[in-house]
């Protein structure tokens, strides 16, 4: 089955700081896409950034990039100068292989910004 | 624009009773997702169409659940009967298409089954 694995349940950081959220998958394709989401307390989920497997570049977002190493078939997340609002439930997630390109979630992270 | 809009927020049931859900997605968007997120997990598929059509409910547990989607827009979930373990966040998003689309998520439907 193809998985996705968050090992952090939990990660806090300082205010203005950088911290990195870790994910793993596992795929047989060679073309694909991943995706980190957001989800607020009590609001709706949100996409954050978007890789594309080919892409040797890794993908930016203002604060948000990420240190996508494919043989190793990582996908982390940096946060840089972490702001209050970015406290919330972080998923990383890939389409599954087929027409249906069905997003498969890991677990999540609960990111803590601390003042 | 208008997001996607999901109702009712919160409902709590007794188990083996019924409940449905609505989900009204982003104009335009053809293709909608229905989602499951217990409790301290990710979201999982339960079921979904391209327009009208199912495209994946691999996932939907059949003898209970059941969804539709009249006219390719607007959606309803429906579980009867319900069951304690269906405790969960129901979420609905929609896309432009089949693909790797970014999808946009509603605000969720909280199911409390006592």
């Known amino acids: 089955a193809q998985t996705v694995t968050q090992s952090q349940p939990e990660m806090s950081v300082q205010e203005a700081e950088t911290v990195t959220l870790s994910c793993t998958y596992d795929t047989s394709e060679s073309d694909y896409y991943l995706f980190w989401y957001k989800q607020p307390p009590s609001r709706q989920m949100i996409l954050v950034i978007r890789?594309?497997?080919?892409?040797?570049q890794n993908a930016t977002e203002n604060r948000f990039s990420v240190n996508f190493q494919k043989a190793a078939k990582s996908f982390s997340l940096k946060i840089s100068d972490s702001q209050l609002g970015d406290a919330a439930m972080y998923f990383c997630a890939y389409p599954t292989q087929g027409g249906s390109e069905k997003l498969v979630f890991g677990k999540g992270t609960k990111l803590t910004v601390n003042p | 624009e208008a997001g996607v809009a999901q109702s009712p927020r919160y409902k709590i049931i007794e188990k083996r009773q019924s409940v449905a859900f609505w989900c009204n997605p982003i104009?335009?968007?053809?293709?909608l997702y229905w989602y499951q997120q217990i409790l301290g997990q990710g979201p999982k598929l339960l079921i979904q169409?391209?327009?009208?059509?199912?495209?994946?409910d691999s996932q939907l547990p059949k003898d209970r659940f059941s969804a539709e989607r009249l006219k390719g827009v607007d959606s309803t979930l429906k579980i009867q009967p319900a069951k304690l373990e269906d405790s969960a966040v129901y979420l609905c998003?929609?896309?432009?298409?089949?693909?790797?689309?970014?999808?946009?998520f509603g605000p969720g439907t909280r199911l409390t089954v006592l």
């Open positions: 104009s335009g968007h053809a293709t």
């Open positions: 890789q594309e497997a080919y892409k040797q």
């Open positions: 998003a929609s896309s432009l298409g089949v693909g790797y689309n970014e999808q946009f």
């Open positions: 169409f391209q327009n009208n059509g199912v495209v994946d």
